[in-house]
Structure formats: structure tokens, C-alpha cells
């Protein structure tokens, strides 16, 4: 039944994962514990969940169990990412700043988790915040969009709309496509005049 837990995990079946878990626990009130326990080839049900994008069953492990989301291997960043995900739909994004964190520890140069950080502060209402980690990010990897997008967000929340405009000018010049920059382009150049 050990074996069987981490496939539920992996396939996505949270009903058969509750049941599983309940009938490994044996009554005992550790529910979390027997999952931990339960591992398939060494790899674990959160494991499993977050491999496969089965962000349901990662959610009722990482929230409802308490699972341990930093018994990853280096590498295993993409389970801390899919726990974040999770975690900033239902937690909100103080506690996706900590697993943020978390990652960006194992892995100190991933602009990508800067620019998470920066998006959860501005969800936050922090712009000062915000805007040093999309800066950062924009130090790190100057032709990327994205780092200019979160720039122009943070200085649009900080009211400074002319250096919105500018670093969303910049955002735009690398992907006119993206109508994402464009909407806010319009919005600083709106505020603006």
C-alpha cells in the first residue's frame, strides 16, 4: 500500500490519496507521517504531485498535512515552485515569499524567482519592495521582459509613472508582442499626462 500512495500522489487521485493515507495511519492521528513514510522507488507523494503539475494534491499535502516542502534535493527546485504556485492561490503571498526565499537559496542566480518575489510584493502593496527585487532582476538578465515588466509595476504602485513608462518602454522594445507590457505602458502613459 506504500507503493500505491505516491502513484495516487502522482496521478492526481486526492480522493484515493486520503484514503490510502487514512488506512496507513491506522487510526493513529499522523496522517502526515504515513505520507512522508509512503515512497515509491525512494521518492515521495509531494514529490510525485509537484513532477506532474497535480497542484490539488499538492496543496492538501503542503497545507492540510504540513508536509515537509524542504526535504528536496538541490536540484528538486521545480517542487518548491509548484508548491509556491499553490501556495500564493490559496495562502497569499507572504508565505510564497518565504518558500521564495527558499528556493533562492538553493539556487541564488534565478532571475525567475526574483521576479516571483517581486510580483508577490506588489500583490502586497509594497512597492519599495518590489521594485529592489525587480531591479535585481534586471541586473541579472537585462533582456528579459519580464524584469522590465516588474519594474514598471513597482514604479507604477510607487506613482513614479515617468520611470514606469521608461523601463516599460524598454520591456516592450524586447517583446512587442506582449500585450501584458503594452496595458501597462498605457496605464503609466494614462497617469502620466
Same mark, same amino acid.
Given at each position: 500500500?506504500?507503493? !500505491? +500512495?505516491?502513484?495516487?500522489?502522482?496521478? *492526481?487521485? +486526492?480522493?484515493?490519496?486520503?484514503?490510502?493515507?487514512?488506512?496507513?495511519?491506522?487510526?493513529?492521528g499522523r496522517l502526515r507521517e504515513a505520507v512522508e513514510a509512503a515512497k515509491e522507488e525512494g521518492v515521495g507523494a509531494l514529490h510525485?504531485?509537484?513532477?506532474? &503539475?497535480?497542484?490539488?494534491?499538492?496543496?492538501?499535502? !503542503?497545507?492540510? +498535512?504540513?508536509?515537509?516542502?524542504?526535504?528536496?534535493?538541490? &536540484?528538486?527546485?521545480?517542487?518548491?515552485? !509548484?508548491?509556491?504556485?499553490?501556495?500564493?492561490?490559496?495562502? *497569499?503571498?507572504?508565505? %510564497?515569499?518565504?518558500?521564495?526565499?527558499?528556493?533562492?537559496?538553493?539556487?541564488?542566480?534565478?532571475?525567475?524567482?526574483? %521576479?516571483?518575489?517581486?510580483?508577490?510584493?506588489?500583490?502586497? *502593496?509594497?512597492? #519599495?519592495?518590489?521594485?529592489?527585487?525587480?531591479? #535585481?532582476?534586471? #541586473?541579472?538578465?537585462?533582456?528579459?521582459?519580464? %524584469?522590465?515588466?516588474?519594474? *514598471?509595476?513597482? $514604479?507604477?504602485? $510607487?506613482?513614479?509613472?515617468?520611470?514606469?513608462?521608461?523601463?516599460?518602454?524598454?520591456?516592450?522594445? $524586447?517583446?512587442? &508582442?506582449?500585450? &501584458?507590457? #503594452?496595458?501597462?505602458?498605457?496605464?503609466? %502613459?494614462?497617469?502620466?499626462?
Open positions: 500500500m506504500q507503493h !500505491v +500512495l505516491p502513484r495516487a500522489a502522482r496521478d *492526481g487521485d +486526492l480522493r484515493l490519496l486520503k484514503r490510502l493515507a487514512r488506512a496507513l495511519d491506522k487510526g493513529r510525485h504531485a509537484a513532477r506532474n &503539475e497535480r497542484i490539488t494534491v499538492c496543496r492538501y499535502l !503542503v497545507e492540510e +498535512l504540513g508536509v515537509d516542502v524542504d526535504a528536496v534535493d538541490d &536540484e528538486d527546485i521545480f517542487l518548491i515552485m !509548484v508548491s509556491i504556485r499553490a501556495k500564493m492561490t490559496t495562502m *497569499g503571498s507572504l508565505h %510564497s515569499i518565504m518558500l521564495l526565499e527558499q528556493a533562492m537559496d538553493l539556487d541564488p542566480d534565478d532571475a525567475t524567482l526574483l %521576479s516571483n518575489r517581486s510580483l508577490c510584493w506588489l500583490r502586497m *502593496g509594497d512597492g #519599495e519592495k518590489a521594485l529592489r527585487d525587480a531591479v #535585481e532582476c534586471r #541586473e541579472m538578465r537585462a533582456d528579459w521582459p519580464k %524584469s522590465c515588466y516588474r519594474q *514598471g509595476a513597482a $514604479l507604477l504602485l $510607487l506613482q513614479d509613472y515617468n520611470s514606469a513608462c521608461e523601463a516599460l518602454i524598454d520591456g516592450f522594445k $524586447l517583446d512587442m &508582442e506582449n500585450a &501584458e507590457i #503594452e496595458n501597462a505602458l498605457r496605464c503609466a %502613459s494614462v497617469a502620466l499626462h
